[in-house]
T-cell receptor, first 112, second 113 residues
Framework: KNQVEQSPQSLIILEGKNCTLQCNYTVSPFSNLRWYKQDTGRGPVSLTIMTFSENTKSNGRYTATLDADTKQSSLHITASQLSDSASYICVVSEDRDDKIIFGKGTRLHILP | DVKVTQSSRYLVKRTGEKVFLECVQDMDHENMFWYRQDPGLGLRLIYF???????EKGDIPEGYSVSREKKERFSLILESASTNQTSMYLCASSLWGVQETQYFGPGTRLLVL
């Protein structure tokens, strides 16, 4: 069964610190993986997209990694800011049935 | 910039009422989607549409219907609202495929009493 598991469910860190969010998937055949950021009360916004051949992709202070062999991705946030407080959702695309599978998200709280 | 708007941010309805949620996108996208988002369950696809007057069931279509009469507009209809349809409803659009980046609206928080 195609699944996307994210960890941790929630995370609290101090402003200025770094953090890493995890996404493990069993989706096959794999097409691509996206990370979305969802601020409270708003819709998700795409941060990065990675295909099979890509290992790392950055978007400002956000860096996503992908290991297609172990079917794991991570989202690293550097020098966190209060505005990083949000839910981060991992979404994996499956190529055979043209479907996407959403993870349940990691809720990140940045404390001043 | 793609803009996806939803007709209401908050909505309160009574059990049995017919509810219309409307979504409009301004970037000529082919695909439009309706999701619901519940705590602990993440986003779940209700219906999507890949063209005008075309629709496909998602993972949880029961109790919902949709309408796409114009390319920019996609409506979600709750024929007879029930309390278990209390949720956050998110509309999204993408240029031409399910696997493309989706652009989301701000969401409608629906409470069914």
């Amino acid at each position: 069964k195609n699944q996307v598991e994210q960890s941790p469910q929630s995370l609290i860190i101090l402003e200025g610190k770094n953090c890493t969010l995890q996404c493990n998937y069993t989706v096959s055949p794999f097409s691509n993986l996206r990370w979305y950021k969802q601020d409270t009360g708003r819709g998700p916004v795409s941060l990065t997209i990675m295909t099979f051949s890509e290992n790392t992709k950055s978007n400002g202070r956000y860096t996503a990694t992908l290991d297609a062999d172990t079917k794991q991705s991570s989202l690293h946030i550097t020098a966190s800011q209060l505005s990083d407080s949000a839910s981060y959702i991992c979404v994996v695309s499956e190529d055979r049935d043209d479907k996407i599978i959403f993870g349940k998200g990691t809720r990140l709280h940045i404390l001043p | 910039d793609v803009k996806v708007t939803q007709s209401s941010r908050y909505l309160v309805k009574r059990t049995g009422e017919k509810v219309f949620l409307e979504c409009v996108q301004d970037m000529d996208h082919e695909n439009m989607f309706w999701y619901r988002q519940d705590p602990g369950l993440g986003l779940r696809l209700i219906y999507f549409s890949y063209d005008v007057k075309m629709k496909e069931k998602g993972d949880i279509p029961e109790g919902y219907s949709v309408s796409r009469e114009k390319k920019e507009r996609f409506s979600l209809i709750l024929e007879s609202a029930s309390t278990n349809q209390t949720s956050m409803y998110l509309c999204a659009s993408s240029l031409w495929g399910v696997q493309e980046t989706q652009y989301f609206g701000p969401g409608t928080r629906l409470l069914v009493l």
